[in-house]
């Protein structure tokens, strides 16, 4: 078990990247939108440029994963967020920035897909929730260090965002360093008729017994996702991956000292305040991490829709003028039950419920349902805002709207605890 935490913890500073990548823009996009003169709907595309770029990671992932294996890919997405940074750190003018923060997308879009499969590949079963789950807690501890260091940067002068931005290259250069000490998917390469290797990283990982039942399934030939057989899992990803965006959890990473702004807050206030939701967003996905394998996926999701809920709802009214100066605790409240059912949940859920031969291709699809609606609503969220009077207050109202509707659809997804993957 040792080596497996090993390998899970290395392939899941792709996560930290991830959520380094997706939030470290909250504290430089006021910043650009005024250096470049943006109006709102220009603003919106340099924000959610990244994202249009994890959609495309997202699609081209299972199919570059599942020829070319999890480790190379890995390999490549850490490149890729070393480029990103630093040429977002050094853009000299907003069409090379949009590449630059684009790259970045990518890397994000195929880490959301091979990270977690990968984990789930090596993982056993009674581990498997909490091993995969690895990775979505380095995301929510990127995006928290994401904050940490726009605060400590926002004061430096023109520059700040620059900073803020370029930082990244130093844990994507130690992230390509300690891949090399992962081996590749145990799964994988039994798929790909590589038994001898295969039983090499079985016996490192303690799952001696499942080499037979791999070597029962045999090569499997490419087999097509779009089957009548393969429905229940789309559907069920395609859903969990639209309403977790539904919430609105991106809109609030991305533009969280604008909310706190809108709300009344001076601007050093509305950047210090994003550190108190990455450090809940870190403590509550820690704690459903820590019960996922216990409680189940399917309660997590039910008891977090309920949390989200109430507090979207507080949040539409204190963006109102109702009681604003407690909107940190509403937030506050949304991002902790988030953390604990849709944040907690999403990765493992994508990562085990397709079978074997369609996992690469089932968790793409679902990852590019997630970064779909995750550009549109960061896209649309700054329009709205300023382009409607009381925008902030309709749209978390709408937000709260679509938990009610989700609450439904989780009523009808399976539970996955404690099952291999062979016997989803």
Excluded at 11 to 20: I, K, N, Q
Excluded at 187 to 193: K, N
Excluded at 233 to 261: D, K
Excluded at 417 to 424: F, N, Q, V
Aim: hydrophobic share 55%; net charge positive; aromatic share 16%.
């Amino acid at each position: 078990m040792k080596n497996v935490w090993k390998f899970a913890l290395i392939a899941s500073l792709g996560g930290f990247l991830f959520g380094f990548e997706t939030a470290v823009i909250s504290g430089a996009e006021q910043i650009i939108q005024k250096l470049w003169q943006l109006d709102a709907f220009w603003h919106g595309l340099t924000v959610s440029i990244s994202l249009l770029g994890t959609i495309f990671g997202a699609i081209v992932a299972g199919r570059f994963s599942e020829k070319y294996g999890r480790k190379p890919v890995l390999r490549a997405i850490a490149l890729l967020y070393l480029f990103s940074a630093i040429g977002c750190g050094c853009a000299p003018f907003w069409s090379m920035f949009l590449l630059f923060r684009f790259l970045g997308g990518v890397a994000v879009g195929i880490s959301s897909v091979v990270g977690p499969v990968y984990i789930s590949e090596i993982s056993p079963a009674h581990n498997r929730g909490k091993l995969t789950g690895l990775f979505q807690i380095m995301i929510v501890t990127g995006i928290f260090i994401a904050y940490l260091t726009n605060f400590l940067f926002a004061g430096t002068g023109d520059a700040a965002w620059r900073y803020m931005l370029g930082i990244m290259a130093v844990p994507s250069a130690l992230f390509f360093i300690l891949l090399r000490n992962i081996p590749e998917s145990p799964r994988w390469l039994s798929r790909h008729d590589r038994m001898e290797e295969a039983g090499t990283v079985f016996s490192q990982t303690g799952q001696h017994a499942l080499l037979d039942a791999e070597r029962d399934l045999g090569r499997s030939s490419r087999v097509s996702l779009w089957q009548k057989k393969y429905s229940r899992p789309i559907l069920f990803a395609v859903l969990l991956a639209f309403f977790n965006q539904m919430t609105g959890i991106n809109a609030i990473l991305y533009y969280a000292p604008r909310i706190f702004e809108m709300a009344g807050f001076d601007a050093q206030l509305a950047y210090l305040q994003p550190i108190f939701i990455g450090g809940t967003n870190v403590l509550f996905t820690f704690l459903g991490m820590t019960i996922i394998d216990h409680v189940g996926r399917k309660k997590l999701l039910l008891l977090g829709a309920i949390g989200m809920f109430i507090f979207l709802l507080l949040t539409a009214y204190g963006l109102k003028g109702q009681q604003s100066s407690l909107l940190l605790f509403y937030i506050i409240g949304f991002i902790g039950s988030f953390a604990l059912s849709q944040g907690a949940v999403i990765w493992v859920f994508l990562a085990e419920i397709f079978p074997n031969e369609i996992r690469s291709a089932g968790s793409s699809l679902g990852s590019t349902t997630h970064w779909i609606f995750a550009a549109i609503i960061s896209w649309l969220f700054p329009v709205i805002v300023e382009g409607i009077a009381d925008g902030g207050f309709y749209i978390f109202l709408f937000y709260a709207a679509m938990v009610i509707v989700s609450f439904v659809f989780i009523l009808f997804l399976p539970e996955t605890k404690g099952k291999t993957l062979e016997e989803i």
